[in-house]
Each structure stands twice: as structure tokens, then as C-alpha cells.
T-cell receptor, first 113, second 111 residues
């Protein structure tokens, strides 16, 4: 069974540009979560989608947005990139309502120059 | 606010040493508690969990006990191996809220 897959693995952008990150959940999982893992800050919750709807949002500015498609894959968009957006972005999935276990992808590393 | 505090690393141990990674949480209600592990080059994965006070989660020789009186969920292993080298994250959630993670503790085990 394929795990959570994320693309691209690495992405380099310059300040002010936009970045798009993609995530495919495990087959049968309807919930997708996005976390930011910046150096020294641990995992910060960004967004949670379930059945195509945004269920919860972390304490991030509106230039962080996303969506979930009918096939449950998801996209994270970061507009007007800033240097401090450089981080590893992790996607995780779970079966519907959270039961305690998230399955994580290996992440997309975004570098903003 | 709601948070997780875990001991800062890195932690370096010799093989077969005893491991403790401290974790305390601040949360309202009765959260569920988790330890996730991130091995080099891999995604985070659930190591163990406990859903109510006094529960003990265990897996791969690791244990952690949910102590509500001290709001703690310390991770322990009696004899670490080189293959246990990884970053360990303590986390909690309550109800249907997303997981709240600590900053992670890097463990290096040397032969």
C-alpha cells in the first residue's frame, strides 16, 4: 500500500514568489493535514481538510492557503513568500475523523532566497 | 495556551544505556497523548499513545505513562540501540482538534 506522497521534494523560490506543494493521502483516507517544520520550532499546524472542506486552520497568515480535491489529494499554496517561510512542509492523512494516528509523508523542503 | 514542552536535545547515549525523554503538556480537558518518531530520511510515524490517565503506551521497547497529576508523558527505554537514533516528538490532542506537537528531541546512540 502506498504511503502519503508529497511533491516536489525540494523547491527553491525567491521572496515574493508563490509556492505550490502537493500531497496524495493514503488510499481510503479522507483527511489531510499540513504542518510546517521550521528549524528549532517543531511542527506547527497549518491546515486540516476533510471531505473537501477546511476543518481547522492554525495561526498562520492568509497567504497560506490550500484546498482538497475530490480524490482527497491536497494542495498547499504560499503566496508572497518570505524568507522565514523556509521550512519542511509535512502532509499527513488519516481516516476521516481523527482517531489518534496520522500518517506522514516525507515532506517538501521549501527554501526562500 | 495549549502546548507541549519536551526536553531539548540533542541527547547522546551509548548503546544499551537507559533513555528518558521528558514531556509535559498544557491542555484543557482530558487529552490523548502520543509519541511520534522521525527516523533519518523517513516520515514521522506513531510510536505509542495513551488515551486516558494512568494508561501506559508501549512499542518497540519504548514506554510512556499518562500522568495526569503531573501532566507528563515521559518516554523511556531500558536499553537503547543504534537503530533508535531519531527525532522523537511528544504530542497531544483533545476531541477532534489537530495534534499539537513539541519541538522534538534528537537522540543519537553510539556503538
Amino acid at each position: 500500500e502506498a504511503g502519503v506522497t508529497q511533491s516536489p521534494t525540494h523547491l527553491i523560490k525567491t521572496r515574493g514568489q508563490q509556492a505550490t506543494l502537493r500531497c496524495s493521502p493514503i488510499s481510503g483516507h479522507t483527511s489531510v493535514y499540513w504542518y510546517q517544520q521550521a528549524l528549532g520550532l517543531g511542527l506547527q499546524f497549518l491546515l486540516w481538510y476533510d471531505e473537501g472542506e477546511e476543518r481547522n486552520r492554525g495561526n498562520f497568515p492568509p497567504r497560506f492557503s490550500g484546498r482538497q480535491f475530490p480524490n482527497y489529494s491536497s494542495e498547499l499554496n504560499v503566496n508572497a513568500l518570505e524568507l522565514e517561510d523556509s521550512a519542511l512542509y509535512l502532509c499527513a492523512s488519516s481516516i476521516g475523523t481523527f482517531t489518534g494516528e496520522l500518517f506522514f509523508g516525507e515532506g517538501s523542503r521549501l527554501t526562500v532566497l | 495556551g495549549d502546548s507541549v514542552t519536551q526536553m531539548e536535545g540533542p541527547v547522546t547515549l551509548s548503546e544499551e544505556a537507559f533513555l528518558t525523554i521528558n514531556c509535559t503538556y498544557t491542555a484543557t480537558g482530558y487529552p490523548s497523548l502520543f509519541w511520534y518518531v522521525q527516523y533519518p530520511g523517513e516520515g514521522l510515524q506513531l510510536l505509542l499513545k495513551a488515551t486516558k490517565a494512568d494508561d501506559k503506551g508501549s512499542n518497540k521497547g519504548f514506554e510512556a505513562t499518562y500522568r495526569k497529576e503531573t501532566t507528563s508523558f515521559h518516554l523511556e527505554k531500558g536499553s537503547v540501540q543504534v537503530s533508535d537514533s531519531a527525532v522523537y516528538f511528544c504530542a497531544w490532542n483533545s476531541g477532534n482538534t489537530p495534534l499539537v506537537f513539541g519541538k522534538g528531541t534528537r537522540l543519537s546512540v553510539i556503538a
